[in-house]
């Protein structure tokens, strides 16, 4: 019983179960949703096809953001909503940059590599501006990035005079799409890119334990030298980044963008991606790999409800059934009653090797 009660405490024990249960489900539903075949796509290139590279390459965007998502959360308790309208930014900026002044261009206006920079350095400006608002001027992070949440989409829109910039280089579609001869798709690798970088960077750097001391006490933290509003924001600036590379994906997927649409409600599944791996909403302690797991349960969720014709307009209904079971099941209440049947196992088992 103890065994159980240990491994029900760890952090990664929801997600993982999340995952487990959905595993099952589809096992019994269906069980050819984890059949994975090797096809041809449209230029006549083999790639893998299959639920289970579908769920791989379409969470790459949302683990992503759970990477940046995680870690404002853990500094400033509370969550940056604005990261979809931050994507739709980030790329019309890569547009922009490549189109010029031309939407339909015949060849790139400039190197893809400096249309990522530039969308880079804007998105983190953004995210700068975030940081600022709730590191320094103290304003509320939901209410701080509400702001761009807002006019974002807007501002997307007025950087390409409101038109739709369509791409025609197909080596751009490559980032979003498949590299000849490489049967995996492309976002699936730049999402494991940035696992390795910020693991390496948590690992070797005093980043996590700083924002994790700023989560739990601002004020102790402070007294004991570190600079609260300095590690908030640059929290804020990593999201920034990440929005800048999930949004360089987005609009690399179908060479243009739909500024109404494109990262629609993906502010949503990150902060429940953050929820989903364990990690308090009010900030503090953090578990990165639990937050990425948790992105990839909610694209495997969404996958699952699509196959089973699921309409798009109800999936906010059956992520907000999630929402309310990991409230509940994080609630003082339940951790409370959890806690009184750990102390009655641990009691009948002092009891029986007594007797």
Not at 187 to 213: E, N
Not at 284 to 307: C, D, E, H, R
Request: aromatic share 8%.
């Amino acid at each position: 019983m103890n065994s159980i009660m240990k491994i029900f405490k760890k952090q990664i024990f929801i997600p993982i179960a999340a995952l487990l249960i959905l595993i099952v489900f589809n096992l019994i539903a269906d069980p050819s949703f984890f059949a994975i075949t090797l096809e041809k796509n449209s230029s006549g290139d083999p790639v893998l096809s299959g639920y289970l590279i579908t769920i791989l390459d379409n969470a790459s965007e949302l683990a992503i953001l759970a990477i940046g998502m995680t870690l404002v959360t853990a500094a400033s308790g509370g969550q940056d909503i604005s990261v979809g309208a931050g994507i739709a930014l980030a790329g019309s900026v890569v547009l922009r940059v490549l189109c010029g002044t031309d939407s339909r261009p015949e060849t790139l206006h400039a190197p893809i590599i400096v249309a990522f920079i530039i969308c880079c350095i804007v998105a983190m400006l953004f995210g700068a501006f975030n940081g600022v608002l709730v590191a320094y001027f103290k304003i509320q992070p939901m209410v701080a990035t509400l702001i761009l949440f807002t006019a974002g989409r807007s501002i997307a829109a007025w950087i390409n005079n409101n038109e739709l910039p369509i791409i025609s280089d197909a080596s751009f579609g490559y980032f979003g799409n498949f590299i000849p001869g490489i049967p995996v798709p492309t976002p699936i690798f730049i999402a494991v890119i940035c696992m390795i970088i910020i693991a390496l960077v948590l690992r070797f750097t005093k980043l996590g334990l700083f924002t994790q001391a700023v989560g739990i006490n601002s004020e102790s933290s402070r007294l004991n030298g570190l600079n609260p509003q300095l590690i908030k924001f640059i929290t804020y600036v990593i999201l920034g980044l990440c929005v800048a590379v999930a949004g360089f994906i987005k609009v690399s997927r179908f060479s243009t963008i739909n500024y109404s649409v494109i990262a629609k409600d993906i502010e949503m599944d990150a902060i429940l991606a953050v929820a989903l791996g364990g990690n308090a909403l009010s900030g503090g302690k953090f578990n990165m790999p639990a937050s990425i797991l948790g992105a990839y349960v909610i694209q495997f969720l969404t996958t699952t409800l699509f196959k089973f014709n699921v309409e798009a307009s109800a999936l906010p209904a059956y992520k907000a059934i999630v929402v309310i079971l990991l409230v509940i099941i994080s609630s003082p209440v339940v951790r409370e009653k959890l806690a009184e049947l750990k102390k009655k196992a641990s009691s009948q088992s002092s009891v029986k090797e007594a007797g």
